[in-house]
């Protein structure tokens, strides 16, 4: 069975930084791409960072160079490294796994809170 589990949400003031954490298990096979979705109070979910087998990124315009997305093959796991952290940024993060023909699989979502 297929699990997806984020961790390193949690509360930071204006111009902090987190590193969000994401370990899927259970997978068999390669993962072709690895990202974070976030989703805000009435707004719809939206792109945050991909990163796909080889290494090529894709950022969101309103997180790019404030954001680094990086994932270690061998332990199936992504990171996001977030860096000037903005009120705006607030969201619920999530995770997902691109297995291509296999599927994909999310995580339960971990919360990010921009406050002072």
């Known amino acids: 069975q297929v699990q997806v589990v984020e961790s390193g949400g949690g509360l930071v003031q204006p111009g902090g930084s987190l590193r969000l954490s994401c370990a899927a298990s259970?997978?068999?096979?390669?993962?072709?791409?690895m990202g974070w979705y976030r989703q805000a109070p009435g707004r719809q979910r939206e792109l945050v960072a991909a990163?796909?087998?080889?290494?090529?990124?894709n950022y969101a315009d309103i997180v790019k160079g404030r954001f680094t997305i990086s994932r270690d093959n061998a332990k199936n796991t992504v990171y996001l490294q977030m860096n000037s952290l903005k009120p705006e940024d607030t969201a619920v993060y999530y995770c997902?796994?691109?297995?291509?023909?296999?599927?994909?699989?999310w995580g339960q979502g971990t919360q990010v809170t921009v406050s002072s």
């Open positions: 259970g997978i068999i096979g390669s993962i072709y791409t």
């Open positions: 997902y796994v691109f297995l291509g023909a296999r599927g994909d699989y």
């Open positions: 990163i796909n087998s080889g290494g090529r990124t």
